[in-house]
């Protein structure tokens, strides 16, 4: 069983640019969330697909949009970064959309935007 | 009030001691609750979820719930130092769109 892959591993940014994450989801999973996680604090919701359209999204502004694919592979985009973007962002795959589905993390993409 | 709160810690126990982790919600509907583990650079692993009220135990880890005062906890039993963590503490909110939100975590340290 493939576990979830996330890349880059590290990215190095400059504020205004444009960035895409990736994300491949552990074998069966056909549910993807993104998760961005600033130093010292716990993940934040950005949002959800299944079944290739957003189920859900946080207190995120339009510049972070996101794809899911055919696959249930996942993009994260960002548009005009900012130095407050500078963090880790987590994939997440999971069984279904559901409470009861348990969620497992990626390694994580480290962005940093200077 | 936050969503999900968390003593930031450090929690400091002896080796061998059981450490005590604590958790509470706000959402009084919340039906599901999980415990990750995270290392220093890496990314959250999970150790543990409950659905209902009273103790689920694997392993040296049991989590406990209580949805009458939205606490969870989670006990780790011989602690060891590999141990020594950040534990996030996360909850699947009712209200609204579907979404897991996360406590900041608590920082244990386990002492040789």
């Known amino acids: 069983e493939t576990g979830v892959t996330q890349s880059p591993t590290h990215l190095i940014k400059t504020r205004g640019q444009q960035v895409t994450l990736r994300c491949s989801s552990q074998?069966?999973?056909?549910?993807v969330s993104w998760y961005q996680q600033a130093l010292g604090q716990g993940p934040q919701f950005i949002f959800q697909?299944?079944?290739?359209?957003?189920?859900g999204r946080g207190n995120f502004p339009p510049r972070f949009s996101g794809l899911q694919f055919p696959n249930y592979s996942s993009e994260l985009n960002v548009n005009a970064l900012e130095l407050d973007d500078s963090a880790l962002y987590l994939c997440?795959?999971?069984?279904?959309?559901?409470?009861?589905?348990?969620?497992?993390f990626g390694p994580g993409t480290r962005l940093t935007v200077t | 009030q936050k969503e999900v709160e968390q003593n930031s810690g450090p929690l400091s126990v002896p080796e061998g001691a059981i450490a005590s982790l604590n958790c509470t919600y706000s959402?009084?509907?919340?039906?599901?609750f999980f415990w990750y583990r995270q290392y220093s650079g890496k990314s959250p692993e999970l150790i543990m979820s409950?659905?209902?009220?009273g103790d689920k135990e694997d392993g040296r880890f049991t989590a406990q719930l209580n949805k009458a005062s939205q606490y969870v906890s989670l006990l780790i039993r011989d602690s060891q130092p590999s141990d020594s963590a950040t534990y996030l503490c996360?909850?699947?909110?009712?209200?609204?769109?579907?979404?897991?939100?996360f406590g900041t975590g608590t920082k244990l340290q386990v002492i040789p």
């Open positions: 997440a795959s999971s069984l279904g959309t559901g409470g009861s589905y348990e969620q497992y």
């Open positions: 074998s069966g999973h056909n549910t």
């Open positions: 697909y299944y079944r290739e359209e957003e189920n």
């Open positions: 959402d009084r509907g919340s039906q599901s």
């Open positions: 409950i659905y209902s009220n």
């Open positions: 996360a909850v699947w909110l009712i209200g609204g769109y579907q979404k897991v939100t």
